[in-house]
């Protein structure tokens, strides 16, 4: 069980992309920066966190490049634009990892550990134990307790998930409602 207290600079936290720093598209992917939108709240949620988590990283399901539905260059130029309008309100993204495959049971599409593998091998000092899976879908509970991270599920798009439930250590309405709590911690 995930006890906020704990959390200190020895902790990582996983974050997904759509659903949890911008709103996602029902049933569709996001194909460019135009059609990027940050929630209103997530540039001061990630300030929030910046200081309390020595590494943040993203971990995010692209199938859409893989069926040729948007290009590589597409998902860069989002990544690349959603960093620097990270950076510039104060807040921090350390790297962005993404699965493009279109196979469901490839290593690294979520909920399968592969990403949080990849991180681990950029970042040695990531302790699963002592990490955190931020997502909006319970494949990204998943994939956290397939890394055995502790995981925190927000109710952006699915609020009919329920809780209590083993994949979820805790539940919030949106990414500045975890980031309120870890401050108040």
Not at 4 to 30: A, E, M, P, Q, S
Not at 64 to 90: F, P
Request: proline residues 5%; contains cysteine.
């Amino acid at each position: 069980m995930l006890h906020l207290d704990n959390i200190n600079d020895n902790w990582t936290l996983f974050l997904d992309r759509d659903g949890v720093i911008n709103h996602d598209k029902d049933n569709d992917y996001i194909r460019n920066w135009g059609e990027f939108r940050f929630y209103d709240t997530t540039l001061e949620a990630l300030a929030i966190l910046a200081p309390v988590f020595p590494r943040i990283v993203v971990a995010t399901n692209q199938k859409g490049v893989g069926k040729g539905w948007m290009s590589l260059g597409d998902l860069i130029d989002i990544h690349t634009n959603m960093l620097q309008r990270v950076t510039d309100a104060g807040g921090r993204i350390d790297k962005v990892y993404f699965c493009s495959d279109l196979s469901d049971d490839s290593v690294n599409r979520k909920p399968n550990p592969g990403m949080a593998f990849q991180a681990k091998k950029d970042f040695p000092e990531i302790d699963f134990s002592k990490s955190i899976m931020v997502g909006n879908r319970t494949s990204d509970m998943s994939f956290g307790r397939n890394a055995g991270m502790h995981t925190v599920f927000l109710a952006t798009t699915h609020p009919e998930t329920p809780f209590p439930d083993p994949q979820i250590d805790l539940r919030f309405d949106d990414l500045l409602g975890f980031a309120k709590a870890v401050q108040a911690k």
